[in-house]
T-cell receptor, first 112, second 110 residues
């Protein structure tokens, strides 16, 4: 089993719909992250969390929200999806040293 | 500010050696990472340099010069499976989060 699991792996949704991407980890890490990847732009940080009570905005948080339900679970929501949110989304975890990030397999989201 | 620059694309021949460069700007340097990412897959950790110099790990080596804000990833004895994107990254804000470059897409051909 993967250490960092994302669901769904692929999703097509319509403009204006609410959608949630889920991430769970078995590494016991406190830190969790959501990144988005677009061609030619690399990975950009959306939100990150250091523990259940700590949520921080990344560089591109507009249009997104997150929930840290437990140490092992960190979900990303798009309240009203728009086409330019079509991208590959990655969840990642790291321990308190932050010296290595472990990534989930990604969720390919298409907003039509 | 914080910035990472890498070449967008590179090509190389199977069995050859390729060097992928990365220049960066950041305050409070806390090390530099290299990740490999095959198309549509998750990035996987390759190396982490904190001190100046070359660190070798099998066919892959990573070099860092903190004074020059420069790093490179050296891949030897290239194989077709090395065709991937290579991402340079550094931790920002006291290890709060990783900032990634746009990545270098390497194509290895026979």
């Amino acid at each position: 089993d993967a250490d960092v699991t994302q669901t769904p792996r692929n999703r097509i949704t319509k403009t204006g719909k609410r959608i949630m991407l889920e991430c769970s980890q078995t590494k016991g890490h406190d830190r969790m992250y959501w990144y988005r990847q677009d061609p030619g732009l690399g990975l950009r940080l959306i939100y990150y969390s250091f523990d259940v009570k700590d949520i921080n905005k990344g560089e591109i948080s507009d249009g997104y929200s997150v929930s840290r339900q437990a140490q092992a679970k960190f979900s990303l929501s798009l309240e009203s999806a728009i086409p330019n949110q079509t991208a590959l989304y990655f969840c990642a975890t790291s321990d308190s040293t932050g010296t290595e990030a472990f990534f989930g397999q990604g969720t390919r989201l298409t907003v039509v | 500010g914080q910035n990472i620059d890498q070449p967008t694309e590179m090509t190389a021949t199977e069995g050859a050696i390729v060097q992928i460069n990365c220049t960066y700007q950041t305050s409070g340097f806390n090390g530099l990472f290299w990740y490999q990412q095959h198309a549509g897959e998750a990035p996987t950790f390759l190396s982490y340099n904190v001190l100046d110099g070359l660190e070798e790990k099998g066919r892959f080596s990573s070099f860092l010069s903190r004074s020059k804000g420069y790093s490179y990833l050296l891949l030897k004895e290239l194989q077709m499976k090395d065709s991937a994107s290579y991402l340079c990254a550094f931790p920002s804000g006291g290890y709060n989060k990783l900032i990634f470059g746009a990545g270098t897409r390497l194509a290895v051909h026979p």
